[in-house]
Each structure stands twice: as structure tokens, then as C-alpha cells.
């Protein structure tokens, strides 16, 4: 599985964009040569769906404990009723 051609090129721009790779092309019939750089943070990367730390991937504490079964939202309740 790989990429569309548009997406290579989406993608390869933006890593150009944020200093993260450097390319070069010699002659047409050459491959081009690619150097990794040490690039700056994308400052929209949170704000991808995609993103692992992404808000709608994220929980509250208090949204984890309300999505959890009654009995185990409070375990010391059993306690205090014997």
C-alpha cells in the first residue's frame, strides 16, 4: 500500500515547508536525492484527526469515570453500605 502521487507531493511539500527534508534533482533521467534535516514542529499537527493527542481522542477524567459501569465508578460505595 502506498501513496497516491497527490499525497507524496502534499506530503513531501510540507516536510520541504517545515526544514525536515531537502531535495535535489541533478538531471531528468537521475533520481532525486533526499537529505533529512532537523526541522522545526508543525504547530497544526494537534489539530489533525489523525493526530494521536488529538481533542476528540482525548477524555476528560470525568467523562473516563461516567462511562464506566455504575459499579465500578465508585468502588468504595460496597464499603460504606455493609
Known sequence: MGFSPSTFQSAKKRLIEL???????????????????????????EKSSWAKGHKSNKQTLEEAIE???????????ELESA
Open 19 to 45: 526544514g525536515w527534508i531537502k531535495t535535489k534533482k541533478t538531471s531528468y533521467d537521475l533520481p532525486v536525492f533526499v537529505t533529512v534535516k532537523i526541522g522545526r514542529d508543525d504547530e497544526n499537527y
Open 67 to 77: 462511562s464506566l459501569p455504575a459499579d465500578l465508578r465508585d468502588p468504595f460505595l
